[in-house]
């Protein structure tokens, strides 16, 4: 018989730095400048690459749950598709976090999801803008603490464990004559497909209990990025994707059998979360495990493939003015 899903303990996280070979060649590819840099109010460019900062205006924000998903049928389902922009976010910080002595970013993710692995994040820290050397990326990566899970309770239980140890960070921020980190670091969160892992409590019981061990698990995370928001991003990456897996035939082409019935589903269903780019009726929160992630987002990131283009674009944000904008993302240039 087999053992109960519930029943699994998760990982002991680890610095990711004890991850990489002892010897490592050097990387000798450097990131491009961004050219034509542009002030559009419409364009990501320039918060893709300033990161996560302070303020309302922001995208990418302390105290909110970013979360990035792609769209069934117009995407690749690859992990660096999906998780690529998220990662250039958080080696961003990591490049601008001060050093300190305890970990500051937190990565739950599957062992099988390959884009957060150890390697990549140094790759990443070497070759980006500034480029690191070895030893000052491991230094970075020391700040980084890797947690592996393998089901849905076993990501509730790290999320916890990390929710303990910012609480305990956030006691000692408060003590004035406490030298020990400097007062201006931060801490990122980054979750990886908790959508996935609620599909395996559905596949085992039903989409009810799914989308309750799902929104619990969400709740968390609000209110860890509410009590912490002046140090706290969380970025929830979603691996399964949103819309319909039917939405588009093998050419690429809409399946409007029924537009005007499309569209009453849509505004009856997704609550006004859509792509300006996959205009087809089909809603992107198509079932109860969709809506239910999505609530638990403030902002929320969708990227999807428009005439062989990769397009990022903010298709939720709930407590800012970022609704609309959008990007082509080019993984060569690393930016838009």
């Known amino acids: 018989m087999a053992s109960n899903v519930y029943s699994a303990e998760p990982a002991y996280p ?46 990418f924000r302390y105290g909110s749950v970013i979360g990035f998903s792609r769209l069934k049928m117009r995407s690749s389902d690859n992990d660096e598709y999906i998780g ?34 150890a390697r990549n994040l140094f790759n990443d820290l070497q070759s980006g803008s500034p480029g690191l050397s070895r030893d000052d990326a491991i230094k970075r990566l020391d700040s980084v603490n890797l ?66 061990v799902l929104a619990s698990t969400l709740r968390m995370m609000t209110r860890m990025s509410r009590t912490h928001s002046d140090f706290l991003s969380i970025i929830l990456v979603n691996t399964s994707g949103l819309g319909s897996a039917y939405e588009f035939d093998q050419e690429g082409s809409n399946r409007r059998d029924n537009a005007s019935s499309d569209a009453d589903i849509r505004s009856s269903r997704d609550d006004g ?11 992107l929160l198509s079932n109860l495990l969709m809506r239910t992630l999505d609530q638990g987002i403030d902002t929320h990131i969708l990227l999807s493939d428009v005439k062989y283009a990769r397009v990022a674009e903010v298709i939720k944000d709930r407590t800012g003015s970022g609704l609309g904008k959008w990007g082509i993302w080019s993984p060569q240039r690393r930016g838009f």
């Not at 010897?23 to 300033?50: C, F, R, V």
């Not at 601008?96 to 970013?105: D, M, Q, V």
């Open 14 to 59: 680890v610095l990711a730095h004890t991850l990489l070979p002892q010897s490592t060649p050097p990387i000798i590819a450097h990131e491009q400048p961004i050219q034509g840099s542009t002030t559009s109010e419409w364009n990501l460019n320039d918060d893709i690459a300033a990161g996560i900062k302070s303020g309302s205006s922001r995208i």
């Open 84 to 117: 690529e922009i998220p990662r250039q976010i958080l080696t961003t910080h990591l490049r601008r976090n001060p050093l300190s002595s305890e970990a500051e970013t937190f990565i739950i993710y599957p062992s099988n999801f390959d884009a957060f692995a």
């Open 147 to 212: 947690l592996h899970v393998h089901n849905l309770q076993n990501a509730a239980q790290a999320i916890k464990h990390v929710s303990d140890q910012l609480q305990q960070a956030s006691e000692r921020r408060q003590q004035p004559h406490d030298a020990s980190k400097p007062s201006n670091s931060t801490s990122i969160l980054v979750v990886v497909g908790l959508d996935t892992l609620a599909e395996g409590v559905i596949r085992a019981s039903n989409p009810a209990r799914g989308a309750a």
């Open 273 to 283: 979360i859509h792509s300006i780019f996959q205009m087809s009726g089909y809603p």
